[in-house]
């Protein structure tokens, strides 16, 4: 082989190197633009349980807040209850979280499927008051150190919701779980919701199921 014949093998070489060179910078300035368009719009749903106890009145309410920097589209959610399945009624989730004997409480209600949540928004999807009775307020503190003592299994809720770009999350209210999981699509809520929930929480079967 001459040296022009090598020559002109290593400017081929040569070409082919640059050519994955420009392809790999292509793609990594892709992913980058692509990662940097996600951060720009990049919503985060925190939850709250919202407790006032006192003489001037008692209070709950479940609350989202949306901390991140882009609009969050509510797409599903899901509440699990202990030894009473999944429900979508924050009424239910104010009933059992709240001693049965304090009565029929004041409540109003807020639509939660397919709200869409700006940045710094704050929803409160059921609110419930009660009078400020000595007797009232002493039940409700009880309650709550049950939950904080471990004594009562807590009721979990699930939020599926989505960017502008279609990327989507979980968000819960367990504490073991406070970074949102992304998914592929809200049609995964269940099967994430299975899956946060660790063996030491899981639901009771309801009653039905028992007997």
């Known amino acids: ?10 400017i081929a070489v040569c070409a082919v190197i640059s050519s994955i060179a420009a392809v790999y910078i292509a793609w990594d300035q892709a992913r980058v633009m692509r990662s940097q ?3 720009d719009v990049w919503p985060i749903l925190q939850t709250t349980h919202q407790t006032d106890v006192g003489e001037n009145g008692n ?7 949306n901390a991140g920097v882009g609009p969050a589209l509510i797409d599903n959610y899901l509440i699990r209850i202990p030894g009473e399945g ?3 009624e924050f009424n239910k989730l104010v009933d059992y979280l709240m001693p049965e004997e304090m009565g029929v409480p004041t409540r ?7 709200r869409v949540m700006r940045q710094g928004d704050k929803l409160s999807t059921v609110r419930a008051a009660w009078p400020g009775t000595p007797d009232i307020t002493e039940a409700i503190q009880s309650r709550i150190d049950e939950f904080l003592a ?14 502008i770009l279609d990327d989507c999350w979980v968000t819960s209210t367990m504490t073991d779980n406070l970074r949102p999981t992304e998914v592929k699509a809200c049609t995964e809520l269940t099967s994430v919701a299975n899956k946060l929930m660790p063996p030491s929480t899981e639901m009771e079967k309801p009653k039905e199921a028992q007997e």
């Open 1 to 10: 082989m001459g040296n022009g014949s090598k020559a002109e093998m290593l």
């Open 37 to 39: 368009e996600k951060a």
């Open 59 to 65: 209070i709950y309410a479940f609350e989202l807040r």
């Open 86 to 88: 999944d429900t979508q």
């Open 108 to 114: 109003a209600n807020t639509s939660l499927s397919g």
């Open 150 to 163: 471990g004594e009562r299994q807590p009721a979990e809720v699930f939020i599926c919701y989505c960017s």
